[in-house]
Antibody, heavy 120, light 106 residues
């Protein structure tokens, strides 16, 4: 059974960089059939797609965040990571990692999510 | 960006009811429409992909239909575990976007 688990600091200061890692178990991140992505959800609000990465390193970002986001992959560790710089309180959210199907681009497996609060 | 809208934003229903939720895209997304269920404090769960494909393990009381700009999620007989918020998501074009959600409660 595929499992995804987010990890990283739960508190980040304004103007600093948010860094999260998603560890994939029960399957290979190097599968050619899938992308791997990040989605976030501010408290009490809806879902926002942040971006995706393919195992080869090809990335796709939401233009609304593109200038601040970097997603990377480490196939040797079966992990992919998110960095969001220059954070503000508006970046406070639950951050989810998810597997994305490579044909229809639906998110079929999700991590449990991790709350990141931006506050001094 | 493709904008997604959902109606209603919330609804009250009873166990056994037939529930229908509508999702509309701001432009044609052909069949690239997915539905998720989210319960409080949990990650979203994929129910329907590609407008009408039932995700493995999802009960058959859930069904999806539509194409182009208008889509529907139907729960044929609402069960106690179905009280949740439902989101549609378009995967036709990046940036992938979600609807604002429909909360189904008692």
């Amino acid at each position: 059974q595929l499992q995804l688990q987010e990890s990283g600091p739960g508190l980040v200061k304004p103007s600093e960089t948010l860094s999260l890692t998603c560890t994939v178990s029960g399957g290979s991140i190097s599968s050619s059939s899938y992308y791997w992505g990040w989605i976030r959800q501010p408290p009490g609000k809806g879902l926002e797609w942040i971006g995706n990465i393919y195992y080869s390193g090809n990335t796709y970002y939401n233009p609304s965040l593109k200038s601040r986001v970097t997603i990377s992959v480490d196939t040797s560790k079966n992990q992919f990571s998110l960095k969001l710089n220059s954070v503000t309180a508006a970046d406070t959210a639950v951050y989810y990692c998810a597997r994305t199907s490579g044909d229809r681009y639906h998110f079929d497996y999700w991590g449990q999510g991790t709350l990141v609060t931006v506050s001094s | 960006d493709i904008q997604m809208t959902q109606s209603p934003s919330s609804l009250s229903a009873s166990v056994g009811d037939r529930v229908t939720i509508t999702c509309r895209a701001s432009q044609s997304i052909t069949g690239y429409l997915n539905w998720y269920q989210q319960k409080p404090g949990k990650a979203p769960k994929l129910l329907i992909y590609a407008a009408s494909g039932l995700q493995s393990g999802v009960p058959s009381r859930f069904s999806g239909s539509g194409s182009g700009t208008d889509f529907t999620l139907t729960i044929s007989s609402l069960q106690p575990e179905d009280f949740a918020t439902y989101y549609c998501q378009q995967s036709h074009s990046r940036p992938f976007t979600f609807g604002p959600g429909t909360k189904v409660d008692v």
